[in-house]
């Protein structure tokens, strides 16, 4: 992060608390807007920035005590002296103010704070670290024999290890691990002690070399591993990781709905951890807390396959590990078509329910939005055999959990939002699906009366939230849907599509070309008469300066993109023929070239 930016995420976090304070410490910015309104983005230099940090904390200490964490004084780019000499300045401006950093021992920082209170992370965690590798040690039945015959040689490696790890945990788990690894081959204390010293201590040249030495045999099954995470966008879990990795479309459409023996849920769980282990080192790993512990099947199938750490995921997206790794992938590998056949197997296996399965619902939407065009055919079977398959009332409470908790600048609801929701729901028994009361998921919510009870309707509408016009294409082209229930189907759908939480002008260009009528009427659950898309549109558009306050710039844009929609669907009104469309009028927008790249493949 740039200095720039450090400053702006502290006068963030400070202003939040207190709004008031923005006419004060923006006076002249404010003023601005209040006369011209957002009509550009506010722009502020390094040194602005600094001046108003200071001005926030000098009002903010008249009638607050402040406090500020900062993390990695050294990770920030420019001059150290600048943020060295801001701290001591913020600080002798008011008694009322701690702040309390932390950077790797650079001289610069020793200098300016050593005489401050402080503290070394490496003398807080030496015996933390120490009792991690000897635990791991000790239950390596290989290790204990060599440290039978060499017990002065073993007690002096596991020294050697919390010494080199300077207090970092993360490098610790990786060293231990490939130490372990080295064991399986017969590795003397010796080699073990050689295999530490090439490892390096800094963190990215020991992914760097990670990499390097993963098993070329393994190389291009590793790289698949990479992409699904990097796909899934969130971690899933591992079963479903597993059901990715080894079943096709094929086997996927034809398996029956049954859940999957207890053993042999076990045994695919296991299976799918050494194949993590052997082909990515580490890397990648089932999520660690309190659930590693629970050794039941809840337990275990509730284990994500995730980085080890962000830092791992930062250096695997970088241009230097993508060298190495997207040569190897095979051209006709799709993440996420696969995360989506595995999501099917999943849901058929029942290996969960309740709101576990509402979250997977998303990421696999997300990933047949996002799937190759070569690949569509495929996510469209899926999709129709998920409408046969998923349970409905789940399906019911995501689609009306996306349209009314969702906020008009998320893709997608927050899942935050989301597990709030669900602590709502009045859960009964083993709190499975089947045991919620359909009148809350029906009455609680907003949405088509006509429109979206049946399965194969509700995934229809997530296609028109998230954009997935190949699959809307097939329903509407059915040879089973004639004209008037395609216009239907049509205006229902650009109903859904102008209540998504982020509007895509593709798709609801796709859908006026296509039989929609915007002044079709919906009616309504809440009992409050009928509506149409228009009007839910104009709707939109009345409340957006609510919706984007804080944010002038897109709220701008957004004013921009609902007047283009609202123009084209008055042209459309009362009328089911082309007039046009939309994108042509975009072609040269900023708008139309962001929402354009996603269809590039």
Avoid at 155 to 175: E, R
Avoid at 312 to 340: G, M, R, T, W, Y
Avoid at 487 to 492: E, Q, T
Avoid at 554 to 573: G, I, P, T
């Amino acid at each position: 992060m740039s200095q720039a930016g450090l400053f702006m995420s502290l006068l963030y976090e400070l202003i939040s608390q207190r709004r008031d304070i923005i006419p004060i410490v923006f006076r002249t910015q404010w003023e601005a807007l209040c006369l011209f309104g957002p009509n550009k983005r506010l722009e502020f230099s390094e040194a602005t920035l600094r001046d108003k940090l200071l001005i926030t904390i000098q009002i903010l200490a008249r009638d607050s005590k402040v406090c500020l964490f900062v993390d990695g004084l050294d990770e920030f780019g420019g001059n150290s002296e600048i943020l060295v000499a801001l701290f001591k300045s913020l600080v002798d401006t008011t008694r009322r103010l701690k702040i309390c950093v932390a950077s790797r021992p650079w001289v610069i920082f020793e200098d300016a704070f050593g005489q401050n209170p402080s503290l070394r992370v490496e003398d807080l965690t030496y015996d933390d670290i120490k009792g991690y590798v000897s635990s791991n040690f000790d239950m390596n039945a290989e290790f204990s024999k060599l440290r039978d015959r060499e017990p002065d040689f073993a007690n002096h490696l596991i020294g050697n290890i919390v010494d080199k790890a300077s207090g970092v945990f993360l490098w610790v788990q990786l060293v231990v691990t490939s130490l372990l690894s080295g064991l399986k081959f017969g590795d003397r204390v010796v080699d073990l002690q050689r295999r530490l010293d090439t490892l390096p201590g800094d963190l990215e040249m020991l992914f760097d070399k990670i990499l390097q030495n993963l098993d070329p045999f393994y190389l291009t099954h590793a790289a698949q591993y990479f992409q699904f995470v990097e796909a899934a966008k969130e971690p899933i879990p591992i079963l479903w990781f597993s059901f990715s990795d080894e079943e096709n479309l094929k086997s996927a459409i034809e398996m029956p709905v049954q859940i999957s023996p207890e053993k042999m849920t076990f045994e695919r769980i296991e299976a799918m951890k050494r194949r993590l282990n052997s082909r990515c080192k580490g890397l990648l790993d089932v999520e660690r807390g309190f659930r590693v512990a629970d050794q039941s099947l809840g337990g275990q199938s509730a284990l994500t396959v995730q980085y080890l750490h962000r830092t791992v995921k930062d250096f695997i997206q970088s241009a230097k590990a993508q060298q190495l790794l997207q040569p190897v992938v095979e051209k006709n590998f799709d993440p996420h078509l696969n995360l989506c056949i595995g999501f099917l197997v999943y849901v058929k296996r029942r290996v969960t329910d309740g709101p576990q399965l509402i979250k997977g619902l998303r990421t696999c939407i997300y990933s047949a939005a996002h799937i190759l065009a070569r690949s569509e055919l495929q996510m469209i079977a899926i999709l129709d055999e998920l409408a046969k398959t998923f349970p409905a009332e789940a399906l019911m409470a995501w689609r009306t959990s996306v349209i009314s908790l969702a906020k008009n600048n998320h893709f997608l609801p927050d899942l935050s939002s989301l597990d709030r929701e669900w602590q709502s729901v009045p859960w009964h028994g083993n709190g499975r699906w089947s045991d919620v009361p359909r009148t809350y998921l029906e009455n609680d919510f907003i949405f088509q009366k006509d429109w979206g009870r049946k399965p194969e309707e509700m995934l229809l509408s997530l296609a028109a939230v998230h954009d997935i016009p190949s699959y809307i294409t097939a329903k509407l082209k059915s040879d089973a849907v004639g004209k008037k229930s395609c216009r239907v189907m049509a205006s229902s759908l650009l109903w859904d599509a102008v209540s998504a939480s982020k509007v895509n002008i593709m798709t609801i260009d796709f859908l006026l070309n296509n039989e929609a009528v915007p002044d079709f009427p919906i009616s309504r659950l809440d009992g409050q008469g009928d509506s149409t898309p228009h009007a839910k549109a104009r709707y939109r558009q009345t409340h957006l300066r609510m919706d984007f306050l804080e944010d002038p710039v897109e709220l701008s844009r957004q004013e921009e993109k609902w007047r283009m929609v609202l123009d084209a669907m008055a042209r459309y009104a009362g009328s089911t023929k082309s007039t046009g469309g939309l994108l042509g009028k975009f072609q040269n927008s900023r708008i139309m070239e962001r929402l354009s790249r996603r269809h590039k493949d």
